[in-house]
């Protein structure tokens, strides 16, 4: 993702304690010596949903409630209070699972969602779009690069698809409730989406107070934007041209592409990568669901189930000669990594950038288009003691017998969510119910 070519990751950053409150129970331990105890797959996804879902609630940036960029349990961190917008776009609706699974009391997720939804309303914002980080304390912009230090249109995205399912959960509620979900739908419709546009059939991700579109960085072609265009679309005061979509992102149906790899047809070009990482078939599709959705161009669940097989087929094949990789093993996409030195990095792994890392969170998130090949993953992860006290572990690397006990918010939030989405379709339901994403996806020629 080029996006994520801009970060430098910071290696000393502050851990924080947690509330052992509702929901509370004894983390996994790695170091603990006693046998690992078998689990079914019914158990396994009720322990990773639970687990995974302290990292927005105990682990959450402690003024605003927000989630955390990150959170790592192997060193002191000096980021605790740096709020990632696309990662708590993904904690709103990682909250209302909670909620829903009974970690949580409807009251303490209406509390906390509160919280969240004041932050965000007092935060920097420009043209209605939030940037990238922000700091909790203050809800200041921090800058993610030296020109990036605005707006954040995907991030923005991410966000507002969590906006939009507090919305419509709280939409039939109590009076306070009701104005809970006013306010989140307040919110995501204050975005500017056509500013974003340059008055060109385009959109471009970023905006500077300083540097303006300096950056330049349009979205277009396969990857993690397509529910930028939708949300545009969908938008009732600021919507973008239809023509941004086929024109711009689509490339005027350029986007379609009659490769293959293992006999799989890849069906959209992946921005020109080849494969590409797996979370973009997850961040879209946190809410957007791809079950039935199709348009000229694809038809979207064929597509992420295609580009899960490709990456678990390049894993089994393992052409690499990796230690473990296979059927149990496997899962690429963007995360922490391993450098050559052994240090810590990131890395937007994917079979054309294999360097022997693999990220739960890839197979994980994938458990709707590959929930049996997804569950032996998930049961090898648990059974080689990757669960720490938020979920399991971001990356590791059986080949260099290598784990960073860290986690990051992008790569958490999509694991709780996508395994509710193959259990009950709870968000996916609650965001294809809203009247103005309907109309969106009707604007742009989609059926769903």
């Not at 960085?217 to 990857?223: A, H, P, R």
């Not at 689509?250 to 490769?259: K, R, Y």
């Not at 921005?271 to 797996?278: F, K, N, S, W």
Request: aromatic share 14%; with cysteine; charged share 15%.
């Amino acid at each position: 993702m080029k996006k994520l070519s801009f970060i430098i990751i910071l290696t000393i950053l502050l851990g924080c304690g947690k509330d052992e409150g509702p929901g509370y129970q004894e983390p996994y331990d790695p170091n603990d010596d006693d046998p690992v105890i078998p689990l079914t797959d019914e158990e396994l996804l009720d322990l990773t949903q639970q687990e995974t879902f302290k990292y927005f609630w105990d682990y959450a940036e402690s003024n605003s409630g927000a989630a955390r960029e990150r959170y790592h349990t192997d060193e002191p961190s000096n980021s605790q209070n740096v709020v990632t917008t696309g990662g708590s776009g993904f904690g709103l609706m990682a909250i209302l699972v909670g909620i829903e699974r009974g970690y949580i009391t409807r009251a303490e997720g209406f509390n906390r969602l509160s919280q969240i939804l004041d932050f965000f309303e007092g935060a920097d914002r420009f043209h209605g779009v939030w940037p990238h980080w922000l700091n909790g304390t203050n809800g200041n912009v921090i800058p993610f690069s030296p020109q990036d230090n605005g707006g954040d249109l995907v991030e923005t995205a991410f966000l507002a698809q969590g906006l939009i399912c507090v919305n419509e959960y709280f939409k039939n509620g109590s009076a306070e409730e009701m104005a809970l979900s006013q306010q989140a739908d307040v919110l995501w419709k204050g975005i500017e989406w056509d500013w974003y546009t340059q008055n060109q059939n385009a959109l471009y991700w970023h905006w500077s107070p300083t540097d303006g579109f300096a950056i330049n960085l349009e979205l277009q072609g396969y990857n993690e934007t397509l529910i930028a265009f939708i949300l545009g679309a969908a938008s009732p005061d600021y919507p973008i041209p239809v023509a941004a979509y086929h024109e711009g992102w689509a490339n005027n149906g350029s986007i379609v592409s009659p490769a293959n790899q293992y006999g799989i047809p890849l069906i959209l070009d992946h921005a020109g990568t080849g494969t590409g990482p797996l979370f973009w078939a997850h961040y879209s599709y946190l809410g957007l669901d791809p079950r039935n959705l199709s348009d000229q161009y694809a038809n979207y669940w064929d597509l992420n189930v295609n580009h899960t097989n490709i990456n678990y087929q390049f894993c089994v094949n393992n052409p690499n000669n990796y230690v473990d990789y296979g059927p149990n093993c496997w899962g690429l996409t963007a995360s922490y990594s391993r450098n050559t030195d052994g240090s810590v990095g990131y890395s937007a792994h994917d079979p054309e950038n294999d360097i022997g890392v693999i990220s739960p969170t890839a197979a994980i998130s994938s458990i709707p288009y590959t929930p049996e090949k997804s569950l032996a993953a998930m049961h090898y992860f648990y059974e080689n003691e990757l669960m720490g006290p938020a979920g399991f572990y971001d990356a590791f690397s059986p080949h260099y017998d290598w784990v960073t006990e860290r986690y990051l918010a992008i790569d958490q939030g999509p694991e709780i969510i996508m395994i509710e989405n193959h259990r009950t379709g709870l968000l996916w339901n609650l965001f294809m119910q809203n009247e103005d994403v309907q109309n969106g996806l009707e604007t742009l020629g989609f059926s769903y």
